[in-house]
């Protein structure tokens, strides 16, 4: 690895690294983020301080206070600030949540998946997942490479859904079946039985995405 910022160029969907601008608000507290949103909300419609000051109705000195952090605002404040600016009031407290979680898998790094009816020739490559209560979405490529006169049939909670990448095989869902080419989709309920049930070109790939249900015991 030739440097640590080896996902630099845009093409790469790995996180890029960016450069705060040295006016910017920095740290976590909610002051600091409001002043951040504000000042970059205001800018982006093309307003001085004064400007904004005239259309909120609050002094010059006051929002140049609330763009550095140097004061909090009321929730009336807040509100007149949003107003000024046509956006929700949500929108000003955008970053104080805490840091979301991402995850990034290159290719052919995905963790393999077994006890899924895994067998010689059928692959199940997990893409990544989220943790806790964001534990909803279970991305898998499957690589069906051997011919196979029993293929693992699935039923789960939630929806799934399949995007053929290569070859072309005979899906069936419930009683009914589908022919699924490169390109094509299959959007399923989970509830009822599924599965591949004739290979007919291998080899064979498609991402099946599943969305589980909100989990209320977390």
Known sequence: MASDNVHRDTGDPAPVEREIPPDAPTGPDLERVIAAQVRKLRKSSGLS?????????????????IENAQTSCSLATLARLAAGLDVP?????RGADSQREAVFVEAGRGAEIVGRGTRVGHHYELLGALRGQHKRLEPVLVTLTNESEVFPLFQHAGTE?????EGVMVYG?????????????LLLDGEAPHGPNELVRLPIRFLAVTAYPDRHDD
Do not use: C, N, Q
């Open 49 to 65: 301080i004064g400007d904004m000051a005239d259309k909120v109705g609050i002094s010059k000195a006051m929002l140049s206070k």
């Open 89 to 93: 009031v949500t929108s000003l407290f």
């Open 161 to 165: 859904l399949l995007y053929m990448l």
């Open 173 to 185: 869902h419930g009683d009914s079946e589908y022919t699924l080419r490169p390109g094509d989709s």
